[in-house]
């Protein structure tokens, strides 16, 4: 199957992608795929170190004839999202991402493709492998942990680089340049609750929310798509006392949208057919509102056993308030640029058994104040509702600078090229940029990719004539990489 990946255009590219793709590369599980580029760069003969946190870094010289230009660094993370469809039998621990070719399209069978970030990684690997792309002196720096934490970008130590300017290639649309990202914050809720048994009078039953589309949480968060929690949640809150929750498992990573989300719960004989109106009635309204924008949603609910213990109705009716009344979503779009959403949360996780709780978000913004801010209510929504709250990994965002050296040549050189002009974007997700400033505070610094949909989710593609029209973009930039001042 990835042979056939192994054929289009670039081949240079694509290669190297289905070498990385064998690999497995789950965030904060990277040895293997480390392993696999300190090899890849020294059986090139090129300089490879691998840093304290397990970033890996390739030198490779300057081509004849451009010694005299600006050292860059070409970056991209190591790890990729691990999301599978329910239905799908895979092994991220064991096996390699499985490939095929759908018209303009590469995918993978029921899970994440890897595309984020990993034709950025192939890109790198393809310039240090050619010795026929004219460029300067450049480091290939591949990173880890991008996308549980950023603890890659935030481990690089100063003065390990020596490049001027960055060019990190983990935009994904081929049209954008990118200049600005948001920070981030994880807001972790926890608490315990009091159990109660049920008996032989209770009835169980299974809640499903599935087949919404999820998608990156912050690309994606201002479409409007479906929240398994957050609807899962409402169903819940409907259905009030007449049903108490044994187990809750919805969503799965912070940075993912929750695309399902089941729980539990018993119920005696006599609430039958009131919950079971509450329910057809509510699947109902849900799937008419949802109905343009998640067509695959699918709301069930079938009997199982009765779990053998619930939540105390108090404990369950302060989680469920709580949750409902926690923000997700767009919180604030930004007043400086059009349709740039500012500030959002993400309720990426909820978990409910054996007398715990634990709730995971991902708060972004492009401002330290509004995310704080946003922080702070959810920090006080759960607290009022008995939690305890952490905030951990945060990150800070990328603050757009418009007289970039480089920005001018890639803006420019993009309509050389493409006969457009691109679209100069700060972006709402996350990007290495922020972070790696604040070490290296000189460098001058861009991003861009080709043409990635549905990132974070088993729906992610890549576009194979994005690709191809994102390679020759790369190579005439590195061309074009000014003189050292």
């Given amino acids: 199957m990835n042979e056939t990946i192994r054929q289009l255009e670039p081949q240079a590219i694509w290669n190297h992608f289905a070498d990385l793709n064998a690999v497995p590369r789950a965030s904060k ?13 020294q059986r090139l003969g090129l300089e490879t170190v691998e840093d304290e946190v397990g970033n890996v870094i390739i030198r490779k010289p300057a081509s004849p004839g451009m010694e005299d230009r600006t050292p860059i660094v070409m970056q991209s993370h190591l790890d990729m999202v691990h999301q599978k469809n329910n239905d799908t039998n895979f092994d991220f621990d064991t096996q390699g991402i499985e490939m095929y070719v ?57 003065g390990l680089l020596q490049g001027k300017i960055l060019l990190n290639l983990d935009t994904e649309e081929d049209d954008e340049i990118g200049v600005g990202c948001a920070g981030g914050v994880d807001i972790t809720a926890t608490r315990s609750y009091k159990t109660e048994n049920t008996d032989a009078s209770f009835a169980g039953f299974r809640l499903s929310v599935t087949g919404l589309q999820g998608g990156h949480s912050g690309m994606d968060i201002h479409k409007g798509l479906g929240n398994a929690n957050k609807l899962m949640n409402r169903l819940l809150y409907l259905m009030g006392d007449s049903v108490s929750v044994g187990s809750i498992d919805g969503g799965s990573l912070r940075n993912a949208i929750p695309r399902e989300s089941n729980a539990i719960v018993a119920l005696k004989s006599e609430d039958m057919a009131k919950v079971m109106g509450i329910f057809e009635a509510e699947k109902e309204a849900i799937n008419n509102e949802f109905r343009l924008l998640e067509p695959e949603l699918n709301i069930s609910m079938e009997a199982v056993q009765a779990p053998a213990t619930v939540m105390e109705s108090k404990g369950q009716q302060q989680l469920i308030n709580a949750l ?13 640029i059009a349709d740039l959403v500012e500030t959002s949360n993400n309720i990426a996780r909820v ?15 492009s401002v330290e104040s509004s995310k704080a801010d946003l922080a702070n209510a959810l920090r006080a929504n759960f607290e009022n509702a008995g939690f305890e709250v952490a905030l951990s990994g945060d990150y800070p965002g990328w603050a757009p600078n418009m007289d970039s050296p480089i920005l001018n040549v890639m803006e420019g050189l993009y309509t050389e090229l493409f006969d ?50 994102y390679w020759k973009y790369v190579q005439e930039t590195l061309k074009r990489i000014p003189k050292e001042a």
């Fill in 29 to 41: 599980k990277e040895e293997r795929v480390i392993a696999f580029m300190k090899d890849f760069g």
């Fill in 102 to 158: 759908d018209g303009d399209w590469v995918r993978a069978k029921g899970t994440t493709l890897g595309a984020d970030n990993g034709l950025g990684v192939a890109t790198i690997m393809a310039v240090l492998a050619a010795d026929d792309i004219a460029h300067p002196a450049i480091e290939g720096l591949f990173t880890i942990d991008e996308e549980t934490g950023m603890t890659g970008a935030m481990g690089l130590k100063g």
């Fill in 324 to 336: 409902y009344s926690a923000h997700n979503g767009v919180y604030r779009m930004s007043p400086a």
């Fill in 351 to 365: 978990l409910v058994g054996d007398g715990k709780i634990h709730v995971g978000c991902l708060t972004r913004s």
């Fill in 420 to 469: 457009q002009k691109p679209n100069v974007a700060a972006c709402h997700a996350g990007l290495e940029c922020g972070i790696l400033g604040q070490n290296y505070p000189g460098m001058d610094m861009i991003s861009f990719g080709p043409t990635i949909k549905g990132a974070h989710s088993p729906d992610e593609r890549a576009s194979i004539s994005s690709v191809k029209k």
